[in-house]
């Protein structure tokens, strides 16, 4: 069964930085696109980062929400079956949990991380 399981959240200062994991387990985790979504208190879910599947022809590509464009990087190691969030400069209105997607069908979420940016 698919499994996706977030690591690497904790508490920062304004302006610092965290790497984000996520260990994938149970699919062909070099076949599909990967996601990192997160959600504030009272707020939806929303998107943060995407990368390819190494199968598209177009492996590596990643796209970002605006908000973070330039501060997070996403990545991925096929061969460990992993997904990176690198979050620099971050800002307390980064501050949420932060999920790992994959969309097979259906959509698959793990259970979240952490990330809490205040002085």
């Known amino acids: 069964q698919v499994q996706l399981v977030e690591s690497g959240g904790g508490l920062v200062q304004p302006g610092g930085s965290l790497r984000l994991s996520c260990a994938a387990s149970?699919?062909?985790?070099?076949?599909?696109?990967m996601r990192w979504y997160r959600q504030a208190p009272g707020k939806e879910r929303e998107f943060v980062a995407s990368?390819?599947?190494?199968?598209?022809?177009?492996?590596?590509?990643?796209s970002y929400d605006n908000s973070v464009k330039g501060r997070f990087t996403i990545s991925r190691d096929n061969v460990k079956k992993m997904l990176y969030l690198q979050m620099n400069s971050l800002r307390p209105e980064d501050t949420a949990v932060y999920y790992c997607?994959?969309?097979?069908?259906?959509?698959?979420w793990g259970q979240g991380t952490q990330v809490t940016v205040s002085s």
């Open positions: 149970g699919f062909t985790f070099n076949a599909y696109p």
């Open positions: 997607n994959v969309f097979r069908p259906p959509d698959y």
């Open positions: 990368i390819s599947a190494i199968m598209s022809g177009t492996s590596g590509v990643d």
